[in-house]
């Protein structure tokens, strides 16, 4: 797996409990790896510090010429702010991400919510077969519901960087349930995995661990974990199938590890997204990513040649 790059990048991931880096040389080939802790109970600053140190151990001889960051959060790029959080990551919100990194770092840094960075090269791919142009909905479900639009070739990041997060939008299978954002009946709470951890609870009364738990329950026959992972995934799926009809995609991708836990899941969230199709999108079926693990810091480090850099040393 490459980035398109002609001079090496830096690219990072920023997730709530793990950090990668990754440098790629000026082939768009990973020269260098590493990966720690977030120490996302720590503040802002801590996990600047941590980005920063991550960043040197992959480019110690300072080769690369800029750095680029897929972060959690909503990020704008055009200000490299962050401009809202949940608290998985304490005091995220408000985060000066790119310039606090650009004078942390010493590089050039551009900055993006991990989702839609780890979109963009699900959209370069598309974009290569449809000659430059192509529409993508990306989806990645996990411990929150994210995701990533683009329209004719163009990633979308819309007001203050908030395009794309699907888990925000109203589901009637979450009705009066309280979302993370301070609203209530979002998609993400009842189709994430803490989601559907969190309906089997209501409907058995019993505490659960995690999603694996619930899934391995539903492939035991327990009918309240196979409701409540149909139940997660047919929300998905009629949101999905409702944007798609709104957006017109040519493709549809849904990440994260939520889908990884089988055919049960995989199969409920295709037949909800198909019950909402209009005709002309009838043919149009949600498929797994193109890439893997790497795909998060191989956006990042393509973010540098399409988003605003933010420069060290700036006065602010």
Avoid: Q
Wanted: proline share 7%; glycine share 16%; charged share 15%.
């Amino acid at each position: 797996m490459t980035a398109p790059t002609r001079r090496p990048v830096v690219g990072l991931d920023l997730g709530g409990t793990k950090i990668a880096a990754a440098l790629f040389g000026a082939d768009g080939t990973v020269v260098a790896r590493h990966s720690r802790p977030t120490p996302a109970r720590d503040g802002a600053a801590a996990v600047l510090d941590a980005l920063a140190a991550a960043a040197a151990e992959v480019d110690p001889g300072r080769t690369a010429t800029a750095l680029g960051i897929a972060a959690a959060g909503v990020v704008d790029p055009r200000s490299g702010m962050v401009t809202s959080a949940t608290d998985s990551i304490r005091g995220w919100a408000g985060t000066p991400l790119g310039t606090g990194l650009a004078d942390r770092t010493g590089y050039a840094v551009a900055c993006d919510n991990d989702v839609r960075a780890t979109a963009g090269p699900e959209l370069d791919a598309l974009r290569a077969e449809e000659g430059g142009h192509g529409s993508l909905l990306f989806a990645a479900i996990g411990t929150g519901v994210g995701g990533a639009v683009a329209a004719d070739g163009r990633m979308l990041h819309g007001a203050s960087g908030t395009a794309g997060h699907l888990g925000h939008l109203p589901s009637p299978e979450a009705a009066g349930l309280p979302c993370t954002c301070g609203a209530t009946g979002h998609l993400e709470v009842i189709a994430s995995g803490p989601g559907i951890a969190a309906h089997y609870e209501r409907l058995t009364g019993a505490p659960v661990d995690r999603l694996e738990t619930v899934a391995a329950r539903a492939a035991r026959g327990d009918a309240d974990a196979v409701t409540a992972i149909t139940t997660g995934a047919s929300a998905a799926g009629h949101v999905l199938g409702g944007l798609a009809n709104a957006l017109g995609p040519d493709r549809v991708v849904v990440g994260g590890g939520v889908p990884r836990i089988g055919p049960l899941y995989e199969d409920a969230l295709r037949a909800a997204f198909a019950a909402e199709l209009m005709g002309p999108l009838r043919g149009l079926v949600p498929r797994a990513p193109l890439f893997g693990h790497d795909a998060a810091v191989l956006g990042a480090a393509a973010l540098t040649t399409t988003l605003p850099l933010h420069h060290p040393g700036v006065l602010r």
